[in-house]
């Protein structure tokens, strides 16, 4: 059974910084990523990494948020969000995608990431 958990939300002050976490258990995954949604907007990408490292940032959060993985144990991934702005404010969604036999797209629960003096 495919769990996506993520943790790491919360509320910071404009310029600050957080490390959203996400553990991804029962499958492996070809690509595992973030997602956003604010409200009243819909989910758009935040950022992806493939298996092999590769990289794809949302324009707005180049320079500023960093995704990594872990694939020694369960799979992890990581957003590091730096210089954070009152837009940057949504709930954050970790995505994982299995690409063998079919296209299978998963989802965590959301963790709240709040912007605000």
């Known amino acids: 059974q495919v769990q996506l958990v993520e943790s790491g939300g919360g509320l910071v002050r404009p310029g600050g910084s957080l490390r959203l976490s996400c553990v991804a258990s029962?499958?492996?995954?070809?690509?595992l990523g973030w997602y956003r949604q604010a409200p009243g907007k819909q989910r758009e990408l935040v950022a992806e990494?493939?298996?092999?490292?590769?990289?794809?940032y949302a324009d707005s959060v180049k320079g500023r948020f960093t995704i990594s993985r872990d694939n020694a144990k369960n799979t992890m991934v990581y957003l590091q969000m730096n210089s954070l702005k009152p837009e940057d404010t949504a709930v954050y969604y970790c995505?994982?995608?299995?690409?063998?036999?079919?296209?299978?797209?998963?989802w965590g629960q959301g963790t709240q990431v709040t912007v605000s003096s």
């Open positions: 029962g499958s492996w995954f070809n690509i």
């Open positions: 990494i493939t298996s092999s490292g590769s990289t794809n």
């Open positions: 995505h994982a995608a299995r690409l063998i036999g079919g296209s299978y797209n998963f």
